[in-house]
C-alpha cells in the first residue's frame, strides 16, 4: 500500500514562491507515476502537473507552465512542486496522487493513492 504525505504549503504574497514535497512510501518508487492536483473551494479538483517516475518525463496544466515545475528525488522517494509568480488563483488545497506504470494521467480518477493535502493560499 503506497502512502503519500504532502508538505510545504503556506500563505505567501502574490508573485512568490512555494515548494511542495511529497514524501512516498510502501512501493517501489520507479514503478509509478506521481501527479499534483489542486482543489479550490466549490470547485472540482484540477491537475497541476505530473511526473513519471522512472524517467522523469513531466507534463502540466496550461495555466502553470512555466510557473511550476515538478522533480523528482529518487533516493528520498520524493516529488517536489516548484512554484514561482505565484497567483491568487493559484490558492487551493494541493493533494499528490499516484498509480502504477508509467502513464503521466491528467484525470483524478486515474490515479490511486491520495496524499492527506496541504494548503496554498496567495494573497493579493
Known amino acids: 500500500q503506497v502512502q503519500l504525505v504532502e508538505s510545504g504549503g503556506g500563505l505567501v504574497q502574490a508573485g512568490g514562491s512555494l515548494r511542495l514535497s511529497c514524501a512516498a512510501s510502501g512501493g517501489t518508487f520507479r514503478s509509478y507515476a506521481m501527479g499534483w492536483f489542486r482543489q479550490a473551494p466549490g470547485k472540482e479538483r484540477e491537475f497541476v502537473a505530473s511526473i513519471n517516475l522512472s524517467f522523469g518525463s513531466t507534463r502540466y496544466a496550461d495555466s502553470v507552465k512555466g510557473r511550476f515545475t515538478i522533480s523528482r528525488d529518487t533516493a528520498k522517494n520524493t516529488v517536489f512542486l516548484q512554484m514561482n509568480s505565484l497567483k491568487p488563483e493559484d490558492t487551493a488545497a494541493y493533494y499528490c496522487?499516484?498509480?502504477?506504470?508509467?502513464?503521466?494521467?491528467?484525470?483524478?480518477?486515474?490515479?490511486?493513492?491520495w496524499g492527506q493535502g496541504t494548503q496554498v493560499t496567495v494573497s493579493s
Open positions: 496522487a499516484a498509480v502504477y506504470g508509467s502513464s503521466t494521467y491528467v484525470r483524478p480518477e486515474n490515479y490511486d493513492y
